[in-house]
T-cell receptor
Framework: DAEITQSPRHKITETGRQVTLACHQT?????MFWYRQDLGHGLRLIHY???????NKGEVSDGYSVSRSNTEDLPLTLESAASSQTSVYFC??????????????????FGDGTRLSIL | GEDVEQSLFLSVREGDSSVINCTYT??????LYWYKQEPGAGLQLLTY?????DMKQDQRLTVLLNKKDKHLSLRIADTQTGDSAIYFC?????????????FGAGTRLAVHP
């Protein structure tokens, strides 16, 4: 069965360190997304990609970067971890839709999340 | 603009019906989704509704859509303890090319005996 996996599931690190969270999907989806989940804020979009070599900033992209060198992976890097980046991070993927395809249902599929603590 | 709002908490007695409400702002959204998040897990797609529908029923779940008021609700009949989770409403607007979802903050449903 196709799936989307995140690693590690839990990580503790120190401020100032570089951290990379992995996301791997076997759905062969073009779209991939990174969210962070914080109490009272729901899910906020960090970065997203619509295909290989494509990356875009979401609403809370400062301090984060992504790269898309293949279809399956979208690693999320915190260049210099800050305590404000302590959160639960979720990766998601979906089939890519053209604007004329609004009538098609293509939901996002989520990984199980990475709980990141920055001390 | 794009914004999705939900109440943050709902408590119900086991066996009663639960109704979780959501309002959204973008009338261009063609699909609206409900996701369920159990403790320590990711989001799982629970159900969805297409914007030209008023209602969708799926076993114990009923989704109602009032497109004029941009109001979405999820009714869970005969609520069980296994339904305790966070429920997220999400819209899929044209502005994201139908490729992005805008999520609400989530409603935590607590089911008590």
């Amino acid at each position: 069965d196709a799936e989307i996996t995140q690693s590690p599931r839990h990580k503790i690190t120190e401020t100032g360190r570089q951290v990379t969270l992995a996301c791997h999907q076997t759905w062969n989806h073009n779209n991939m997304f990174w969210y962070r989940q914080d109490l009272g804020h729901g899910l906020r979009l960090i970065h997203y990609s619509y295909g290989v070599q494509d990356t875009n900033k979401g609403e809370v992209s400062d301090g984060y970067s992504v790269s898309r060198s293949n279809t399956e992976d979208l690693p999320l890097t915190l260049e210099s971890a800050a305590s404000s980046q302590t959160s639960v991070y979720f990766c998601a993927s979906s089939v890519s839709l053209r604007k004329a395809e609004g009538a098609k249902n293509q939901p996002q599929h989520f990984g199980d999340g990475t709980r990141l603590s920055i001390l | 603009g794009e914004d999705v709002e939900q109440s943050l908490f709902l408590s119900v007695r086991e066996g009663d019906s639960s109704v979780i409400n959501c309002t959204y702002t973008d009338s261009s959204s063609t699909y609206l989704y409900w996701y369920k998040q159990e403790p320590g897990a990711g989001l799982q797609l629970l159900t969805y509704i297409f914007s030209n529908m008023d209602m969708k029923q799926d076993q114990r779940l009923t989704v109602l859509l009032n497109k004029k008021d941009k109001h979405l609700s999820l009714r869970i009949a005969d609520t069980q303890t296994g339904d305790s989770a966070i429920y997220f409403c999400a819209e899929r607007p044209f502005s994201g090319g139908y490729n992005k979802l805008i999520f609400g903050a989530g409603t935590r449903l607590a089911v008590h005996p």
